[in-house]
């Protein structure tokens, strides 16, 4: 249910890019933000780093495409909102809080949280979603500055890293617990 919640917006922003506009897709991705921030607080939970940051970036956007205007095209703005997931993602790894972990720390026990992998792991899992971060920037520069690729080109990269990220944030945990024995449900785990 987690990761359901933590790419909820990403998913209605992509979907919404094929049926309407930049404009109304960054807003609604903006408020699918807000609303899992909601969520976190009715349950008693902390705000997420990467909740807020992506309701912001997606707002900021929304708000630069409505009121200036400006000739990002569908291109330029995927390419905004992937540069701007990779400096969140990145960011929490330079202020040594790898947005990972504050998900992992509420879905395990307090004494689990404190074992020294479980802060390695973290930041292991956090910089592969920023390393999906950037191949979906990278492939996305790709197809402006070579408009002859195909359009599927860039959509198979992001696919790939995204589903790469998700498969790596499950299975990482059970490798670090087979190959360094710690306790099982020591590292964090996405269900």
């Not at 922003?13 to 404009?23: C, D, F, R």
């Not at 009715?42 to 992506?54: D, E, H, P, T, Y």
């Not at 330079?94 to 509420?106: H, I």
């Not at 996305?140 to 995204?162: D, E, K, Q, T």
Request: aromatic share 12%; net charge positive.
């Amino acid at each position: 249910m987690t990761i359901f919640l933590i790419l909820a917006p990403y998913g209605v922003y992509t979907v919404l890019m094929l049926v309407t506009s930049a404009t109304a897709s960054v807003f609604a991705a903006s408020a699918i933000c807000l609303l899992t921030v909601a969520i976190d607080v009715a349950r008693g939970r902390s705000v997420k780093i990467l909740a807020i940051g992506s309701a912001i970036l997606f707002a900021a956007i929304g708000l630069t495409l409505a009121l200036f205007d400006p000739p990002l095209g569908t291109l330029g703005v995927k390419l905004s909102v992937d540069a701007g997931i990779f400096v969140i993602a990145l960011g929490s790894m330079l202020a040594r809080r790898p947005f990972t972990l504050q998900y992992a720390v509420e879905s395990v026990p307090a004494e689990i949280a404190a074992i020294p992998g479980f802060l390695t792991a973290n930041y292991v899992i956090t910089g592969a979603w920023t390393a999906a971060a950037l191949l979906m920037m990278a492939a996305n520069i790709a197809l402006l500055y070579f408009p002859g690729l195909p359009l599927w080109s860039s959509l198979a990269v992001a696919f790939a890293a995204r589903n790469s990220a998700i498969y790596f944030t499950k299975w990482y945990p059970e490798y670090r617990q087979i190959k360094y024995g710690t306790p099982k449900g020591a590292l964090p785990h996405r269900h």
